[in-house]
């Protein structure tokens, strides 16, 4: 049997959707988009969302809005998509490095405080795969030392800190609609703020700061032209995407509870399997479960790229755990104490998990994972 890694949930109704938006004309940012927003921002519990090409971009814009520039520095973890740290490059300023919680897989907050430097301008914690970070803990950090928190939520649509969704806490959160992550536009971010006059802003910002937007210049009863009062960026959503994204939105309830049964089979086939660790579940968080990671312990008789390759072979596709963004070419010569962040880049894989995986597949995953680690134990 072959299994698919990953995939989106499409529930049929996306087609309709977009052809409807191209027969009305208006393809690129416009009504469809100012939609999604306002329902991205609703289901957040958000005052505000804009929605950006992607989370990216959504982070950069994020960071920049919040004053971030050449010469600051932005705290953040090695453990993660190299975006992360690339969002903070884009701007001229420094990504530093912090090491992670050994159990949650996510920023550390004494760590961060330790990176802490005359020249650090932002701390943004990323909720790893869809687990919110300890964000009171941040927070705290961050008004101790007069620092703002862009959150990357990337993974984390849905998901929930002591029963607060993840989009509603702080200054700015920053998500993905990658086909990776829970819902999708194809490509897409969104950024959520409680503050109107930030998302104004970051509203102009994205489109070349115009003190105008496309709905204003083609409504006007009268010549109108638009100013550019500062530089600015081109990243739009589209509506098109949009479009898509209502659709995503009205199955996200369902997307996230089949995510979550599957995640609990695994939890019960893996719960006594022999040098695997299931993922922690902290009591503040409910996650997105967006990918399910296991961890191969140490001084177990495999090494964890040994054993994606025997998954393989048998038709299950895995990947890696989240890269360390330090061990990349395009980061070198970080000296950092990433005690934690090295030992989970090393040991940590990911399974199948997507909400069209059948029982039958991920019973195959379980077999092929349970009959491995037993013949290595032997």
């Excluded at 009863?221 to 081109?234: A, D, S, T």
């Excluded at 990349?328 to 998990?353: I, K, Q, S, W």
Aim: aromatic content about 6%; proline content about 6%; hydrophobic content about 45%.
């Amino acid at each position: 049997m072959e299994v698919p890694f990953a995939k989106p949930t499409l529930t049929g109704d996306e087609g309709a959707a977009v052809a409807a938006v191209i027969a009305s004309g208006w393809v690129s940012q416009g009504p469809k988009v100012q939609e999604f927003e306002r329902r991205f921002a609703e289901r957040v519990g958000a005052a505000e969302a804009i929605a950006v090409s992607n989370c990216t971009t959504a982070l950069s814009l994020a960071l920049y809005a919040a004053g971030v520039g050449p010469g600051d520095e932005v705290i953040v973890p090695s453990l993660s998509f190299i975006a992360t740290a690339n969002s903070v490059w884009t701007l001229g300023a420094t990504p530093v490095f912090a090491d992670i919680d050994p159990l949650t897989y996510n920023l550390d907050v004494a760590a961060a405080e330790r990176a802490i430097t005359s020249k650090t301008k932002a701390i943004m914690p990323v909720h790893q795969v869809g687990l919110p970070a300890d964000m009171d803990a941040f927070f705290a950090l961050a008004d101790a030392h007069g620092l703002t928190i862009v959150e990357d939520a990337a993974c984390a649509i849905g998901a929930h800190y002591k029963g607060r969704p993840i989009g509603s806490l702080g200054p700015s959160a920053c998500f993905s609609l990658h086909p990776r992550k829970v819902i999708t536009t194809g490509e897409g971010g969104m950024i959520t703020t409680q503050d109107v006059e930030l998302a104004a802003r970051m509203r102009k910002l994205r489109q070349h700061a115009m003190d105008l937007s496309d709905l204003q210049r083609h409504g006007a009863k009268g010549v109108i032209f638009e100013g550019y009062p500062e530089r600015g960026f081109n990243y739009r959503m589209t509506d098109m995407q949009a479009a898509l994204g209502l659709c995503q939105l009205d199955a996200l309830d369902g997307i996230l509870a089949e995510r979550a049964r599957l995640a609990e089979r695994y939890n019960a086939a893996f719960a006594a399997v022999p040098f695997l660790e299931t993922p922690y579940e902290p009591e503040y968080a409910q996650r997105t479960w967006q990918s399910y990671c296991v961890r191969v312990a140490p001084g177990a008789p495999v090494e964890r790229t040994e054993l994606m390759q025997l998954l393989l072979d048998d038709g299950v596709p895995t990947r890696r755990g989240v890269m360390a963004i330090h061990h990349e070419g395009a980061y070198p010569g970080v000296t950092a104490d990433l005690t934690h962040t090295e030992a989970a880049a090393a040991e940590v894989l990911m399974l199948p998990l997507f909400a069209d995986l059948t029982d039958a597949q991920q019973d195959h995953v379980i077999e092929r994972v349970v009959s491995h680690c037993a013949a290595l134990a032997a």
